[in-house]
Structures are given as C-alpha cells and as structure tokens.
C-alpha cells in the first residue's frame, strides 16, 4: 500500500502564490508519477499538473500554463506544485495523486490519492 500525504494550502490573495507539497510512503516501488488534481466547489475533480519520472515528462492543464510549477524528487517520492498568479477560481481542494509507469493525465491512472488540501483566493 502506498500513502499519499499533501501539505501547504490556504488563504492568498488573488495574484499571490502558494507552494503545495506531496509526499508518498510505504510501498513506493510502484510509484513512477505523481499529479496533482482539484475540485472547485460545486464542480467535479480535474487534472491541474503531473510529472511522470520514467518518461520525464510533465504535463499541465491548459488554465495553469505559465501560472504554475510542478517539480519533485522521484528517490523520494516528494512532488510540489508551486502556484503564482492566483486567480479566484483556483480555490479548491487540491489533490495529490500517486500512479504507475502509464500515469498522465487521467485520474484513473492514478491509485494512490491523499485527502485533499484546501486553497481558498480572496479578489
């Protein structure tokens, strides 16, 4: 079993910047991705950004280019994604996700998911 565990959300202002970080433990030997997903209130679950170690490749959803950063350390498992340019509507609950060799942009690639942390962006 592998936990996925996701830290560093809050309250920003609009044009701010927050830094989440991720971190997967236990049986990571099947651990070759790590994404990150949100879910806006009142909206369903969406892709934000992913890195996939064996490709060494990252992928981002087309309303984060430019605005946000994902970056990580694959020996430790750790994944971060640095948000800039805040908008009001990237509040939501951010989730860290951790998945196999195939992981992209899908959520169904991934197996592993923490339990969401908050970010809220006051106008």
């Known amino acids: 079993q592998v936990q996925v565990v996701e830290s560093g959300g809050g309250l920003v202002q609009a044009g701010g910047s927050l830094r989440l970080s991720c971190a997967a433990s236990?049986?990571?030997?099947?651990?070759?991705?790590m994404g990150w997903f949100r879910q806006p209130p009142g909206k369903e679950r969406e892709f934000v950004a992913a890195i996939n170690w064996l490709g060494g490749t990252t992928y981002y959803a087309d309303f984060v280019k430019g605005r946000f950063t994902i970056s990580g350390d694959n020996a430790k498992h750790t994944v971060y994604l640095q948000m800039d340019s805040l908008k009001p509507e990237d509040a939501a609950v951010y989730y860290c996700?951790?998945?196999?060799?195939?992981?992209?942009?899908?959520?169904?690639?991934?197996?592993?998911w923490g339990q969401g942390t908050q970010v809220t962006v006051s106008s």
């Open positions: 996700a951790a998945g196999g060799p195939s992981a992209t942009m899908y959520s169904g690639n991934y197996a592993y």
């Open positions: 236990g049986r990571t030997r099947s651990v070759y991705a």
